[in-house]
């Protein structure tokens, strides 16, 4: 408690910005995103419900709960100080961490760090590799489309495309305000 700067990252955060504002006025927030497939199917690995064989209906239902938390936090975020949030993509990140960390660390003030680590840039790949591989199953073929038809309008507001994963789209407007870019 002693440091200038203080980082919690609770995922359960996402939905409770404006409390977090009340209680802590001088914090920023800085809300990662990430494509919801890789988001879903990295989830559903440690998921009971998919070890029980319930893995179609379940990877539809955290699609589903991935756009519920970023649309209560899209919906929070015009009650936010808006020079103390930002949102910042993770696919921007891994494809360019130098410039991505330098705009952040603009955005919050302090100098910037170095990198000390090395960014795999394929990781979502593998994640929709997985999701395409899947469709040689007839179940899973209709689950992904019945799932992609269902939330692809939802998903594009975000930036994102559930019918075709490494297709990015426009994001809304709210959306836009929020990501990081350069300040």
Known sequence: MSKSILVEKSPQNLIMTRFL????????????????????????????????????????????????????????????????????????????????????????????????????????????RRWRGSRWNPVCTRWHTTIARRLETRTNAFGYSLETPERTVSPARAVQRLLLRSR
Request: zero cysteines; aromatic letters at 12%; charged letters at 20%.
């Open 21 to 128: 504002q009340a209680l802590f006025p001088e914090a920023y927030f800085v809300i990662a995103i990430r494509h919801p497939i890789p988001s879903a199917v990295a989830t559903r690995r440690w998921d009971r419900w998919t070890l029980r064989g319930l893995a179609p209906t379940r990877l539809l239902q955290l699609v589903e709960h991935w756009l519920h938390g970023y649309e209560i936090f899209l919906a929070d975020a015009p009650h936010l100080a808006p020079d103390r949030v930002v949102l910042v993509r993770y696919e921007d990140l891994v494809a360019d961490p130098e410039a991505t960390l330098r705009r952040l660390f603009a955005f919050l003030g302090p100098p910037p760090a170095q990198i000390a680590a090395t960014v795999d840039r394929a990781v979502n790949e593998t994640y929709f």
